[in-house]
């Protein structure tokens, strides 16, 4: 069973269009991130959401826009792309507990904007 | 500021050689601390992590860690390399309680017959 899950794992669309990229954890986990992984595979957060409400939000632009319609899934809806928003998109979770908060991710959603 | 600093860039180790790879850090205090891996077009992996207690973790796939107060690093070690190590290695920093990382620059890794 995959722990976290997001579809699709490649996505290539042309400039202007709008995508989702969806993501569901099936850990119980509170938490949901957004990161993003660009060309020079630098990772840095974009969103976080614990228990369907914005806690973290990594001056982002407004085109996208998370959305958690429970705690089990945040998904990324993308306006207007730009040839800039192509990267590895992952989907991450995680429960804070006694032994800290471990941060698990998903296998990526590569987005190519043409 | 915070940062986390990986030191090399990329890698070459023979099949069978030790890997170490290194990572150093600038937190406010200590933080919870983290090795990912990630293989060629495939996510994140969770190697291992320390939060506290003993300064040496263990992790998957025989890799094991130090902390390292006084130097500010978290080093990442393998006594014997296999082919299928050859992977992207990513340090990571947090202390957030909402989980935020901040994420080294990564070294890549190849292993060599």
């Known amino acids: 069973d995959t722990a976290v899950s997001q579809t699709p794992k490649y996505l290539v669309t042309q400039m202007g269009n709008d995508k989702s990229i969806k993501c569901e954890q099936n850990?119980?986990?509170?938490?949901m991130y957004w990161y993003k992984q660009d060309s020079k595979k630098f990772l840095k957060i974009m969103f976080s959401?614990?228990?369907?409400?914005?806690?973290i939000n990594e001056t982002v632009p407004n085109r996208f826009s998370p959305k958690s319609p429970d705690k089990a899934h945040l998904n990324l809806h993308i306006n207007s792309l730009e040839l800039g928003d192509s990267a590895v998109y992952f989907c991450?979770?995680?429960?804070?507990?006694?032994?800290?908060?471990?941060?698990?991710f998903g296998e990526g959603s590569w987005l190519t904007v043409v | 500021a915070q940062s986390v600093t990986q030191p090399d860039i990329h890698i070459t180790v023979s099949e069978g050689a030790s890997l170490e790879l290194r990572c150093n850090y600038s937190?406010?205090?200590?933080?919870?601390l983290f090795w990912y891996v990630q293989s060629p077009g495939q996510g994140l992996q969770l190697l291992l992590k320390?939060?506290?207690?003993?300064?040496l973790v263990q992790g998957i796939k025989g890799f094991e860690a130090e902390f390292k107060r006084s130097q500010s690093s978290f080093n990442l070690r393998k006594p014997s390399v296999h082919w299928s190590d050859a992977a992207e290695y990513f340090c990571?920093?947090?202390?957030?309680?909402?989980?935020?990382?901040?994420f080294g620059a990564g070294t890549q890794v190849v292993v060599t017959p």
């Open positions: 991450a979770s995680s429960q804070e507990g006694a032994s800290g908060n471990t941060i698990y």
């Open positions: 850990l119980g986990h509170d938490t």
């Open positions: 959401y614990n228990n369907k409400e914005l806690i």
């Open positions: 937190y406010g205090a200590t933080p919870y």
């Open positions: 320390y939060f506290s207690g003993d300064t």
């Open positions: 990571a920093v947090g202390r957030d309680s909402w989980g935020k990382l901040q």
